[in-house]
């Protein structure tokens, strides 16, 4: 038979200690003459009891009892039943300890065992969970983008629709403007789309535009109370990032079908022209003005007119942000530049940095933004490569940011 006690003390021989204690307990010694009791329980009426069992002051606090004085067979007999158990008790009594130790030991670590089951289990399901909340943001992206694809679509076939009516009709639609807010810009609808097309995922747009949000918070007043103005916000990419920043924000916006789209993000977006939204604010109002891919876009009076409305309405101190392609990236200057038939010419960092000067804006400085991808350089160790890296795969954008003094 396999004991748990054999587990617990390997060497001990549980079967041979097992046999031993049957005899020991229920044997008669050779020397007892008969009598109507065993030894054993004429020893407990005459010994004293096991020391751990007994009260206080009593035999227990006693040293181990001898053999009577004037031993005889009987007595003898007695004296040596009463050890015999006292021994086989504390045998056993410990054995059992053991035993229920051992049980203790197994069950906790069982628990244990089970505990690092549920830890498991509840790690895979916190994993599934993480997978499950990618699957759905994944899906409402995919879900919004075939909305807004097939919205532009239908804005186009709408505007299809709307100049062959015009045409049919005989009369001419509005010239469009790049800063009025007039709905009836047939490009409108294509705009948002092209965009799109163009920029990429808002997220890739957003991580290329952090440095600026870290350069407009240093030099931004720490005032609450005055906010930053995003001109012609588009798909509203930066001022999302302004709002991911807790920074205090709105945009105006002249194309209506990037107003919805904005409001429906939750972004403070109003359908407003540029200038017409300018002209309406008080002096020293804003903390910040910012107009990213926006300075191309206008007529030189107009880039002129627009820097003396940002001074007039920026508070001392207030930052002026604005952005732009990069012309002196030559595939920029004289390819990408063009994909946007809404912007006039591109407008060299250097020329930008001396409009702003003389608008009365000082600490001007050019942030390069989009550094080219390692794998699109020359490897070429030698000056013709590195300028032919400088020309080609420069920086594909830069920032101007100044302070109104």
Known sequence: MSWPLQRELPGVDADALAARMGRELFATPRSAPPSSKTPVAEASLNMPSDPERAAPGDAASQPEPGPPTAPTPRGLAQWVAGVRRRTIERLLHDTFARIELWQMRAELDSLRAHNRALAEHLRLVQDQVQVGHKQIELLRQQLDGTYDRRLAMLQADLGFLQRRVVSLDGSSPPAPTATGAAPENLFDGLNLALQDELLGAPAVVQERLRPLLERLRQLRPDDPGRPVLDLACGRGDWLDLLGQATVPAYGIEPNLHAVDRCTRAGLDVRHAGVFDHLAALPDATLGAITALHLIERLA???????LD????????????????????????????????????????????????EKSGFVEAEVLWLTPPAEDALLREDSEAARRLNELMYGPREYALIARRP
């Not at 942000?321 to 390819?335: D, I």
């Not at 407008?347 to 940095?353: T, V």
């Open 300 to 306: 030189t009076d107009d880039l002129i007119r627009l």
């Open 309 to 356: 409305e940002a001074r007039r309405i920026l508070v001392p101190g207030g930052v002026l942000l604005l952005g732009a392609p990069n012309p002196e990236n030559m595939t920029v200057g004289a390819s990408t530049f063009y994909e946007d038939p809404m912007r006039r010419r591109p407008i060299p960092a250097r020329l930008g940095q001396f409009l702003v």
